[in-house]
């Protein structure tokens, strides 16, 4: 089946959302073939933008590392705010 122009989400929540209806619709064994095999290719879609979005936030938390005497340190995205230390 050729991949077709898929819409992202406007959020990771619209995301999941539609992945557990999609999930629904197919578990229900209602759908015709061409109609299962529509919704797992978007269902597939939005797994692919999740983990995209999860992979993104991973490395946003990456940014909380731990400094030179062990302890937490949150450092800003954007490098603009003082660092500041965590207990």
Do not use: W
């Amino acid at each position: 089946m050729a991949k077709k122009n898929q819409t992202p989400p406007k959020n990771f929540e619209e995301a999941v959302e539609e992945l557990e209806g999609i999930l629904s619709q197919i578990e229900g064994g209602e759908l015709g073939l061409e109609d299962t095999l529509g919704r797992y290719e978007r269902g597939n879609f939005l797994i692919h933008h999740c983990r995209e979005v999860l992979n993104a936030a991973e490395k946003q938390i990456e940014v909380i590392s731990k400094g030179p005497d062990g302890t937490l340190e949150a450092r800003p995205m954007d490098g603009d705010a003082e660092r500041t230390p965590q207990a």
